[in-house]
């Protein structure tokens, strides 16, 4: 059983482009959240995606922007990079469906994204 | 705003010894509390999950408690080992009408266990 999995594994941009990262949710789970954890911080909530819909949002800029598909699986979209943007971004995922009572979320590995 | 400190932000101890990391949380409305371990540019791994309703958990030689009232969790190893050494990370999330919900995480313990 796969668990969560997010690519790129690293990433390089200058300030300015835009972003794309991907990930595909733990089989069985229907909803992914998007975190951005800064070097030496907790994991700050972005988003999170439930029947392709942006279901809550955190005190995050719209040039961060997501997706999912009907496969469960997401994206996460920055435009105009800043400097401040460099972290780590983390991808969970959970599920609604009956039965899951405790909605403990599993994370990915997380995608580097360094800003130059 | 639900805030979550985790005091002290690092911790190194001998190996062997047992030792407890702190978590407090600013509001009491949660529906369930996570410990996660986090190694040096990795993801999170979840150790455990208490819910609300619960006052601990434990597996292996990990066991967190639970006090909704005073918004605090505690998590225990016990027996500490070289490998133990990491960052661990409290997280709560609190009820809406959505069922799975954001979690609000602390900054954080680093963990050094020293042979």
């Known amino acids: 059983d796969a668990g969560v999995t997010q690519s790129p594994t690293h990433l390089i941009k200058t300030r300015g482009q835009q972003v794309t990262l991907r990930c595909s949710p733990k089989?069985?789970?229907?909803?992914v959240s998007w975190y951005q954890q800064a070097l030496g911080q907790g994991p700050q909530f972005i988003f999170q995606y439930y029947e392709e819909e942006e279901r809550q949002r955190g005190n995050f800029p719209d040039r961060f922007s997501g997706h999912q598909f009907p496969n469960y699986s997401s994206e996460l979209n920055v435009n105009a990079l800043l400097l401040g943007d460099s972290a780590l971004y983390l991808c969970a995922s959970s599920s609604v469906r009956t039965g899951q009572v405790t909605y403990e979320q599993y994370f990915g590995p997380g995608t580097r994204l360094t800003v130059t | 705003k639900q805030e979550v400190t985790q005091i002290p932000a690092a911790l190194s101890v001998p190996e062997g010894e047992n030792l407890v990391l702190n978590c407090s949380f600013t509001?009491?409305?949660?529906?369930?509390l996570q410990w996660f371990r986090q190694d040096p540019g990795k993801g999170l791994t979840s150790l455990l999950l208490?819910?609300?309703?619960?006052r601990e958990q434990t597996s292996g030689r990990l066991n967190a408690s639970l006090d909704k009232s005073s918004g605090r969790s505690t998590l225990y190893i016990a027996a500490s080992q070289p490998g133990d050494s990491a960052t661990y990370l409290c997280?709560?999330?609190?009820?809406?009408?959505?069922?799975?919900?954001?979690?609000?995480f602390g900054t954080g313990t680093r963990l050094t266990i020293i042979p």
């Open positions: 208490i819910q609300s309703s619960q």
């Open positions: 509001d009491s409305a949660i529906y369930n």
């Open positions: 089989s069985g789970h229907d909803t």
């Open positions: 997280a709560v999330s609190q009820p809406s009408n959505f069922g799975n919900e954001k979690l609000t």
